[in-house]
């Protein structure tokens, strides 16, 4: 990218590389022309007005492309389901969420992006809950021009990826409870799992249609959770999830439901297990942390399941990386590191 120095009526079609300021006397004083505007015939007039013979200016290749043509065309690259672009400005766009739901980002694509030379793009992190209006990612190019031929490859990639950013909106699920423990079950202390459980399933647009106590006794643990599976779309079993005599609610989960992962990364919710049924529910196990700790695996796992994530043993594993709840008093969360790796 060159500039040079033409005269007024040679820059039509040229772009300029600084600002030009109009000064009325005890009127205004203000930027008449923009850095990076590309020059039309309409405009010769006014800058002679404006005092200019010559201008300092890009002249553009067959193969260049103006900052802010490139930065729309990156925004409609980035964007993908229910994601919407700005117009340019210095060629930033950005890109807003037109619903409630679940930040999706292909981050391998992400990162081809920004290797391709002049591109910016960022996001916010992957799986972050976002609400509609809420912006979400930006785009730009390092300006005034670029070559057309960057574009193409950001065009290749994103035909390769499908989508780079997008957003899944929150199904409403029908979630059924299974909250175990003898002591619970017997009335000998109240049960702290439902209210919190019932609070995260309904603040991602859930609602809990179905609710069993149950003993310490695999059989029974067993047979609910076929219920709540039969009549649910999500089933949550609380407790008996470590390694006491009494915890065999892993046992009978693993006894109707293919187990992805039991034990993950993150802590608190060491102790958590992800299965699905035959018929793809899925069906989560919640060690006691889930209750008096404000937040846990649940936290990062339920809001992709409430989007229509699959969860495979992989994601759970990843989640190591930033898993470490910081404990902070007060909690900050979702505003600060836990989760986002
Ligand atoms: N030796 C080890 N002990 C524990 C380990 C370990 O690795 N080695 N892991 C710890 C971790 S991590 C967690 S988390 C807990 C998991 O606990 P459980 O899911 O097995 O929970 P319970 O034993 O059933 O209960 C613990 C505690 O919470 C009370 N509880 C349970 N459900 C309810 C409810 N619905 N309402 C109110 N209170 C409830 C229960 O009465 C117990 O007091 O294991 C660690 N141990
Ligand atoms: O599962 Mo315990 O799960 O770390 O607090």
């Known amino acids: 990218m ?17 600002d030009i300021t109009e000064i009325v006397p005890g009127e ?9 505007h590309k020059v039309t015939a309409e405009d010769i007039d006014k800058l002679r007005r404006l005092g200019k013979n010559h201008l300092q200016v890009i002249d553009m290749d067959k193969d260049d492309v103006h900052e802010d043509e490139a930065g729309i065309f990156l925004g409609k690259i980035l964007a993908g389901r229910n994601v919407e672009a700005s117009e340019p400005s210095e060629s930033r766009v950005n890109l807003f969420s037109t619903v409630n739901g679940l930040l999706k980002v292909n981050v391998d694509a992400l990162i081809a992006l920004n290797t391709l030379d002049d591109v910016v793009a960022s996001t916010l992190p992957n799986y972050t809950i976002v609400g509609k209006g809420e912006m979400i990612a930006g785009t730009k190019v390092t300006p005034l021009t670029v070559k057309g031929n960057i574009l193409k490859e950001a065009d290749k990639i994103r035909r390769e990826a499908g989508e780079i ?6 199904k409403p699920l029908k979630a059924g409870l299974v909250i175990t423990g003898t002591e619970v079950y017997k009335g000998l202390i109240k049960d702290a799992f439902r209210p919190v459980l019932t609070e995260k399933i309904e603040r991602l647009g859930g609602t809990v249609t179905f609710v069993s106590f149950v003993p310490d006794d695999e059989e029974v643990i067993k047979s609910k959770i076929l219920e709540a599976a039969a009549e649910c779309d999500v089933v949550l079993v609380s407790g008996g999830m470590a390694v006491d005599a009494d915890d065999v609610t892993p046992k009978a989960i693993a006894s109707v439901s293919e187990v992805i992962k039991y034990g993950s ?20 196990g919640i060690p006691a942390c889930g209750m008096y700790a404000k937040v846990t695996i649940l936290d990062l796992v339920y809001p992709r399941v409430a989007a229509g994530e699959k969860i495979r043993k992989e994601d759970i594993i990843r989640l190591a990386n930033g898993g ?5 008093e007060p909690c900050h969360y979702p505003n600060c590191s836990f989760g986002r790796g």
């Open 2 to 18: 060159k500039s040079k120095k033409v005269k007024v009526e040679d820059a039509v079609g040229t772009i300029l590389c600084h």
């Open 28 to 36: 205004k004083k203000g930027r008449a022309f923009k850095k990076g």
């Open 165 to 170: 950013v997008s957003v899944l909106p929150f």
């Open 265 to 284: 990364p993150v802590l608190p919710g060491a102790m958590f297990l992800m299965a699905y049924m035959k018929d793809d529910t899925p069906v989560i």
């Open 324 to 328: 470490l709840c910081r404990r902070c």
